[in-house]
């Protein structure tokens, strides 16, 4: 099987998302909007799921892998609805006017949960796609983690590994240089895989071109002023619309990747004349 390693790199990742919110999420006093569980809840799940996957595959139960796939048709919806919900958390924040932080980076904030519910839907498109190969299949899975690794790392980088930060903007676009420099090395590393294996690459390129995307638009949105009133009268749509837009295009996404990876029917035969 492909990527017999690929647990310990989810397990890695689970890791460092715990230890970038645990001071933000896991042990913070005080009310935390709903946002944030679903998101928290919905996120930590898909890479239990992407471990328990890796693990079942690579120790041959593989009914267990197929039966958690199957569970993967109800729980991609809701990772997609989690991020809507931080998405629409930002920019009621930014319509409200909060504060001076959020009205500088909270269309940054959008912008780059965009460009990952992007991400996510792309790679677990193709995944079901191509399921039958099972090397593109397990990639793109795999994929799916370097997308929220920015989050909780450039967080652990802002409060424990300050040096990393060769940027130095100052003042609240501190928080984009941690963002894009994460995001740089998240790409790196996946270039690496692509190298190593370019016949069976797409899923490590596609990801290396989302989080370099992620990495510059989001560092450049505060200066593209074009964005603050599309993103305020997104703050205006009903968030139940949103929300449920969100898990509507991860059922959809489901719905035709599955569709897409069915093998195709048998021709039917033709009787010879006569």
Same mark, same amino acid.
Do not use: C
């Given at each position: 099987?492909?990527?017999?390693?690929?647990?310990?790199?989810?397990?890695?990742?689970?890791?460092?998302?715990?230890?970038?919110?645990?001071?933000?999420?896991?042990?913070?006093?005080?009310?935390?909007?709903?946002?944030?569980?679903?998101?928290?809840?919905?996120?930590?799940?898909?890479?239990?799921?992407?471990?328990?996957?890796?693990?079942?595959?690579?120790?041959?139960?593989?009914?267990?892998? =197929?039966?958690?796939?199957?569970?993967?048709?109800?729980?991609?919806?809701?990772?997609?609805?989690?991020?809507?919900?931080?998405?629409?958390?930002?920019?009621?924040?930014?319509?409200?006017?909060?504060?001076?932080?959020?009205?500088?980076?909270?269309?940054?904030?959008?912008?780059?949960?965009?460009?990952?519910?992007?991400?996510?839907?792309?790679?677990?498109?193709?995944?079901?796609?191509?399921?039958?190969?099972?090397?593109?299949?397990?990639?793109?899975?795999?994929?799916?983690?370097?997308?929220?690794?920015?989050?909780?790392?450039?967080?652990?980088?802002?409060?424990?590994?300050?040096?990393?930060?060769?940027?130095?903007?100052?003042?609240?676009?501190?928080?984009?240089?941690?963002?894009?420099?994460?995001?740089?090395?998240?790409?790196?590393?996946?270039?690496?895989?692509?190298?190593?294996?370019? =016949?069976?690459?797409?899923?490590?390129?596609?990801?290396?071109?989302?989080?370099?995307?992620?990495?510059?638009?989001?560092?450049?949105?505060?200066?593209?002023?074009?964005?603050?009133?599309?993103? =305020?009268?997104?703050?205006?749509?009903?968030?139940?619309?949103?929300?449920?837009?969100?898990?509507?295009?991860?059922?959809?996404?489901?719905?035709?990747?599955?569709?897409?990876?069915?093998?195709?029917?048998?021709?039917?035969?033709?009787?010879?004349?006569?």
């Amino acid at each position: 099987m492909p990527y017999k390693y690929g647990h310990y790199f989810v397990a890695f990742t689970l890791a460092i998302t715990v230890g970038g919110f645990w001071a933000s999420y896991f042990t913070a006093s005080g009310p935390m909007p709903l946002a944030f569980h679903v998101h928290a809840v919905t996120a930590m799940t898909w890479l239990a799921f992407l471990l328990v996957q890796s693990v079942s595959i690579h120790s041959r139960r593989n009914a267990l892998h =197929k039966t958690m796939g199957q569970a993967s048709f109800a729980l991609f919806p809701l990772l997609m609805l989690g991020f809507v919900a931080i998405i629409n958390l930002s920019a009621s924040r930014y319509l409200a006017q909060e504060s001076p932080f959020i009205m500088e980076l909270g269309p940054a904030f959008g912008i780059a949960m965009v460009i990952a519910l992007a991400a996510y839907l792309t790679l677990f498109y193709n995944a079901l796609k191509y399921r039958r190969n099972i090397k593109l299949h397990a990639g793109y899975m795999l994929a799916t983690p370097m997308i929220l690794f920015e989050s909780p790392f450039s967080r652990l980088m802002e409060h424990l590994f300050p040096w990393m930060n060769f940027i130095q903007s100052g003042g609240p676009r501190n928080v984009l240089d941690t963002i894009a420099i994460s995001d740089t090395l998240v790409a790196a590393f996946a270039m690496v895989l692509y190298f190593r294996d370019r =016949k069976h690459g797409a899923p490590w390129l596609m990801a290396a071109g989302f989080v370099m995307l992620q990495a510059v638009v989001t560092w450049f949105a505060p200066d593209m002023t074009f964005l603050n009133a599309p993103f =305020k009268a997104y703050a205006q749509i009903p968030g139940s619309i949103t929300l449920a837009a969100g898990a509507l295009a991860g059922i959809a996404v489901t719905y035709f990747g599955w569709v897409a990876g069915s093998r195709p029917a048998a021709p039917r035969a033709v009787p010879e004349a006569g």
